[in-house]
């Protein structure tokens, strides 16, 4: 050994070879956090059982839309046959799919959509949570992430990165789908008069991406297991409601009592997005309910820095 190094031969040290490409900043760690994150979550059977029951909605949406087109061209006859088993008549489907259902391509049919969908992303996001971020803490996964040459912020994102992916694969890119299946059955003229409910969309699924994002990410930061969250998520998105409607409709309270029910805040702003005119006349200003999703999601940042500056971290 001495004699081949006195030579200038180099040692062969278990075959390692040096990395050879392009070293990127702390900001790329981003991505692999999420991609990790989601590879979790997409291995869970659960996962799957509740994003096909969430596009059974989006189906209803979608085939609907088809159906009211035949309804409209049978509209002359007085029953007709709707499969093999079943008749119908097609004023009664018009009326069900236009006037009940809102499929009429309208801010009404997105509106209901993200509605609908809202309660199985929560139900995800409660069993999701404590996978995400709560195992890190609890496990001690967490000081592994922080020990390498990124920082707090860049663990979030990553974090919240994944939880948004999967938001927006269950309310903001079908309703898109929706809304260039309607264009496609209607007119061209679709897309340029409806522009602004295009990007009213996108609206309402960003503002309802950042305030689960952050209040799961808090949630599950400070709880960790997956019964309490999901205990905390019922609290906060269905207690909430019902407390709410009874002071208001029930007890006569003012209509800012509303503002405790986040899903309905989430709703109002996202109304504003799409340009919905009409609001009960027992709901809060849309402003106010805009400035309590800002104070809640300023709340849940400030904890996840303040507990994840509690990390001890070796480098």
């Known amino acids: ?34 991609r990790v994150s989601l590879a979790m979550i997409f291995r869970r059977r659960l996962f799957w059982g509740l994003y096909i029951l969430g596009m059974l909605i989006f189906l209803l949406f979608f085939f609907g839309q088809y159906l009211l087109a035949w309804a409209q061209t049978q509209a002359g006859e007085d029953n007709v046959r709707v499969g093999s088993f079943a008749r119908a008549n097609p004023a009664d489907l018009v009326r069900l799919m236009r006037d009940i259902l809102k499929l009429n391509g309208s801010a009404d049919t997105y509106r209901n959509f ?27 996964t967490l000081p592994f992430y922080l020990s390498k040459p990124m920082s707090r912020w860049h663990y979030l994102l990553g974090k919240g990165l994944a939880v948004a992916v999967f938001i927006n694969l269950m309310t903001t890119l079908p309703a898109e789908a929706l809304f260039i299946q309607y264009g496609l059955l209607d007119s061209w003229e679709y897309f340029f ?12 699924g960003a503002i309802q991406t950042v305030t689960l994002c952050t209040i799961l ?8 297991k997956t019964v309490p ?28 009592w509303r503002l405790i ?13 799409l340009a919905f005119q009409e609001q009960a006349a027992n709901q809060p200003s849309r402003t106010l309910a805009a400035l309590v999703l800002l104070g809640v999601n300023a709340t849940c ?15």
């Open 217 to 224: 990410l808090a949630s599950a930061t400070w709880l960790r």
């Open 114 to 140: 993200m509605g609908y969908q809202g309660h199985i992303v929560m139900i995800v996001l409660a069993l999701a949570g404590a996978i995400l971020i709560g195992n890190d803490i609890r496990f001690g």
């Open 301 to 315: 940042l400030t904890y996840l820095v303040t507990r994840l500056q509690a990390v001890e971290i070796v480098r």
């Open 193 to 204: 008069d409806n522009a602004r409910l295009f990007f009213g969309i996108l609206g309402y």
């Open 261 to 273: 029910d986040l899903w309905n805040d989430i709703s109002l702003v996202g109304n504003a997005c």
């Open 1 to 34: 050994m001495g004699e081949s190094l006195s030579r200038g031969a180099a040692p062969d040290l278990l075959h390692y070879r040096p990395w050879r490409g392009e070293y990127r900043g702390p900001t790329a760690s981003i991505w692999p956090v999420a």
């Open 229 to 256: 969250l999901i205990m905390t998520w019922t609290t906060l998105f269905f207690f909430c409601r019902l407390l709410a409607n009874a002071l208001v409709d029930g007890l006569h309270f003012d209509p800012r």
